[in-house]
């Protein structure tokens, strides 16, 4: 079983930059799937980035450019910075990980992610 514990969220202003952490065990950093996910109150969870090995990444269309998923074998944690925050990112944000996932990091969908932390509460205000 994968525990993740996420840290770093907080409140900024617009324009802002955050970097959110997962921290992961046990897992196999080298060859295992994260992922970031956020929703939002009264919407759906959302799919932000992910990242297979450590340069395999994906983005959804409204934060690429803006945010960069990265893995930290060392201190076993992945990484979200988040930069020119907008009041739209507000949300809590998830980790996912998955340790089978292979060459091709799942979907940016829940559903295709089998674990999860509790997450960490971002907010942007204007």
């Known amino acids: 079983q994968v525990q993740l514990v996420e840290s770093g969220g907080g409140s900024v202003q617009t324009g802002g930059s955050l970097r959110i952490s997962c921290a992961a065990s046990?897992?196999?950093?080298?060859?295992?799937?994260m992922a970031w996910f956020r929703q939002a109150p009264g919407k759906e969870r959302e799919g932000v980035a992910s990242?297979?090995?450590?340069?395999?990444?994906t983005y959804a269309n409204a934060v690429k450019g803006r945010f960069t998923i990265a893995k930290n074998p060392a201190k076993r944690t992945v990484y979200l910075q988040m930069n020119s925050l907008q009041p739209e990112d507000t949300a809590r944000y998830y980790c996912a990980a998955d340790q089978s996932c292979g060459q091709t990091a799942p979907p940016l969908t829940a559903e295709a992610w089998p674990w999860w932390g509790q997450g960490t509460q971002v907010t942007v205000s204007s």
């Open positions: 046990p897992f196999t950093f080298s060859s295992g799937c």
């Open positions: 990242i297979q090995g450590f340069s395999r990444t």
